[in-house]
């Protein structure tokens, strides 16, 4: 900490917190939000979802387990969401220069510097978290030398900065699923091919439509749902067939807005890995890993759509479904890497539906 540089967190409200750089060191600004899981920061930090966003670990001590080898499986880095950092910065309470882990290759820190992120310790993320909690999700600066614009990124269609520009096909598998990738993490491909799968990953704005496929799948992403109208809207089209259709999170938030629901933004949003949701049919409950600012208005469904699954904390939608078609999403993520893995059932669910409809 003696060779560390003072940098602050500044809000939209002007409340200042000050404390040490241990990554880039540069200014940035972007939408302050908090997480509370307790491990699993290489995965948070490479999700997609969290883009132009300032990440609060909740979670005191971070960095005590470093970063994880850079291995190669599937043609994807093993052990992350994606292959680079999507975080705008990181506000931590207390960083650990000294790591160990049996797959750790290097610090948290050097990582951050590589990847041109700044982080900040010796904040007091409890009182930070409290403010989050009662005003909102705001803005906020990470200031470390020069002061910089403030920045909204929901106001930018974020889904296109994550989403791969190209056609990228994983597997071999007798079963093929189209992939409308919005920021998808790595893992839910992972997850895809255990099973005798071949995925099409394709860009968010990708016309499908006459292409063959045996199942749509809608991936997770960051931003406003309403900014992906292309998107909600080749949906729309698939919806009108018999093909089953799997939505996560933002594929969540789509598919309802295709099915002629409303969406909008959470106070503070969801974002840890102990968040209970209820299956509305079985009334069984589950803890989920969960990363979204907004969610699905299911009062506001229309026809033969419902709620499949709802949140026990706030009874916000964590899931909605077809009655007698083959679709359904959840809000949260079945996948869930790191975080539990209670509803990776729903995969084979999925695939399930798949075979049945071939």
Known sequence: MTNARSARLVLENGKEFSGWSFGYEGSVAGEVVFNTAMTGYPESLTDPSYKGQILVSTYPLIGNYGVPKTEVEHDMYKYYESDQMHITGLIISDYSYEYSHWNAEGSLSDWLIKSKVPGIFGIDTRELTKILRESGSMLGKIIIDNDVEWYDPNKDNLVDQVSVKEKKVYGNG?????????????????????????????????????????????????????????????????????????????????????????????????????????????????????????????????????????????????????????????????????????????????????????
């Open 174 to 358: 007798s079963l093929k699923i189209m992939m409308v990738d919005c920021g998808v993490k790595h893992n839910i491909i992972r997850c895809l091919l255990k099973y005798d799968t071949t995925v099409i990953r394709v860009p968010w704005n990708y016309d499908y439509s006459k292409e063959e496929y045996d199942g749509l799948f809608i991936s997770n992403g960051p931003g406003d749902p309403s900014i992906c109208k292309v998107a909600s809207d080749q949906i729309g089209e698939a919806l009108k067939g018999e093909k089953p259709v799997f939505g996560i999170c933002l594929g969540s938030q789509l598919l309802g807005i295709a099915a002629g629901a409303e969406t909008y933004k959470l106070k503070y949003g969801h974002r840890s890995h102990n968040q209970p949701v209820m299956d509305v049919t079985t009334s069984r409950c589950y803890i989920t890993s969960q990363n979204h600012g907004y969610a699905v208005d299911h009062n506001k469904l229309k026809g033969e759509w419902e709620p499949y699954f709802l949140n026990l904390n706030d009874n916000t939608c964590e899931g909605i479904k077809h009655k007698t078609k083959p679709f359904f999403a959840t809000q949260f993520h079945p996948e869930a890497s790191g975080g539990p893995t209670d509803t990776a059932f729903l995969f084979e669910h999925f695939i399930n539906l798949i075979k049945e409809n071939k």
